[in-house]
């Protein structure tokens, strides 16, 4: 399957505390384009970090007192990683990359893949994009998408299944799938469960087809691929980030810095799931760094107890999921329990039968998405709208930031209640 690249950020949640202004971001996992579309005004290098507003309201400051990320290696399956940007210099490691899949990997033909790896590890050296995990490393993976023309260089570029496998082969502990198709493949979530089975976390963006038909995209539907939403600010959904019961978890993914075009000259503000996801992937590291010895198991445990939420923990919702990733939460509580290692919290989602209930099975090559409208930089549903399945509010941040000491710390187990992402 040749899978198309979330771009961009959306959605936002408050910061934590109260002398700090009240604009949180959690947004969920992203996926569509490569290549974002720029929403905002460009900002030169020296000044984007001013931008980067989910770093207050995720309160990243404190975080980085505790955790840094450093030791854990992330692979970024996307359109190549530039390792030269001033933000990755020493942060990519090409040499790391099996064989079989490096062609070209520092050769990023949209900037999507360099925008994920700034946004997970970024050192924000030359006032660059701060990453939320700085001290993690990059493993880059470069898989075909539509943008990439030249029929020679799609012949030599690895599809998202052989990446996939690759990366479950490695060093990396997550893996962060900033793409997606609307088409299923069985490869690709034969590949997707190999990862898991090595104890791999595999983010994937939801998509971004919300407000355009609300298509349901791969890998993220995928058993064992923690489907990521965006959110604004203002702890609203972005009306474009696609719902459905495969969302696991949100994640801030509107108005988010990227550079704008492969000059990696200048930064635009984006809108995607695909930041979203860049940001849960970071949020993963920043945790496992502190706890080597945790599995993949407990680490996504971890998340889904602290993240914010104001709807039940044993009933996700279909915008949200378990609600906004929240790392500073497992941070702080040094007496965390992150439950029994081998035990899959979303394991009555991800054992169910595969294929259970798909209607569009093939192989494609995916297009780009369209840009948002004006109306989805918003923030979509309202406050007040809530999902027909599980009832959970489209806005969660606002009542329940980082900063809001209100939400306790959840058990280590719990039931996943929501039928097979499939269905």
């Known amino acids: 399957m040749k899978p198309e690249f979330s771009q961009g950020a959306s959605s936002a949640y408050r910061t934590r505390l109260s002398a700090r202004r009240l604009s949180a971001v959690c947004a969920a996992l992203g996926v569509v384009v490569i290549g974002s579309v720029a ?4 900002a030169a290098a020296s000044d984007i970090q001013s931008k980067q507003w989910y770093l207050d309201a995720m309160g990243a400051d404190e975080i980085w007192k505790y955790s840094t990320g450093k030791g854990v290696k992330v692979a970024v399956i996307d359109s190549g990683v530039n390792p030269n940007t001033p933000s990755l210099r020493g942060q990519v490691l090409v040499d790391e990359v099996p064989k079989s899949v490096a062609y070209h990997v520092t ?19 030359g006032g660059g994009v701060k990453g ?23 012949e030599r570029t690895p599809d998202s299944t052989t990446a996939i496998r690759a990366a479950a ?17 069985v490869d ?12 791999k ?15 349901g995209q791969y890998p993220a539907q995928d058993a064992h691929a923690i ?6 600010e203002s702890g609203t959904v972005a009306k474009f980030s696609t719902h459905g019961n495969y969302v696991d978890l949100a994640a801030p993914g509107v108005a988010i810095p990227a550079w704008c075009d492969t000059t990696f000259t200048k930064y635009c503000v984006k809108d995607g799931t695909s930041a979203a996801t860049a940001i849960a992937s970071a949020s993963a590291a920043l945790i496992w760094s502190v706890h080597p010895d945790w599995t993949a198991n407990q680490v996504l445990r971890a998340l889904i107890d602290t993240a914010a939420r104001t709807w039940p923990k044993d009933k996700p919702g279909t915008y949200l999921g378990y609600g906004v990733v929240r790392p500073r939460r497992v941070l702080i509580n040094k ?22 209930g798909e209607d569009a099975k093939g192989t494609s090559t995916p297009t780009p998405s369209a840009k948002p409208s004006a109306g989805d930089k918003a923030g979509g549903q309202t406050s007040a709208a809530k999902t027909t399945d599980s009832g959970d509010h489209t806005r969660t941040w606002v009542t329940i930031g980082a900063a809001a000491a209100v939400l306790l710390l959840a058990g280590a187990g719990f039931a996943v209640l929501r039928a097979r992402r499939n269905a």
């Open 39 to 42: 929403l905002g005004p460009e």
């Open 107 to 125: 050769q990023d033909y949209n900037g999507h893949g360099t925008d994920m790896a700034e946004l997970i590890a970024g050192t924000g050296a």
């Open 132 to 154: 939320l995990a700085p001290g993690a490393k990059i493993v880059p993976y470069r898989i075909y998408e539509s943008s990439l023309k030249d029929p020679k260089e799609k």
């Open 169 to 185: 082969d490695s060093d990396a502990k997550i893996i962060n799938m900033s793409f997606a198709s609307p088409y299923y493949s």
């Open 188 to 199: 690709e979530e034969e590949a997707v469960k190999y990862a898991a089975s090595k104890g």
């Open 201 to 215: 976390l595999l983010f994937a963006g939801i998509g971004n087809s919300g407000g355009d038909g609300n298509k």
């Open 227 to 232: 489907g990521v939403s965006a959110i604004d």
């Open 335 to 356: 007496n965390i329990d992150p439950g029994p290692a081998n035990v899959d919290p979303l394991a009555k989602e991800n054992g169910t039968a595969d294929g259970e």
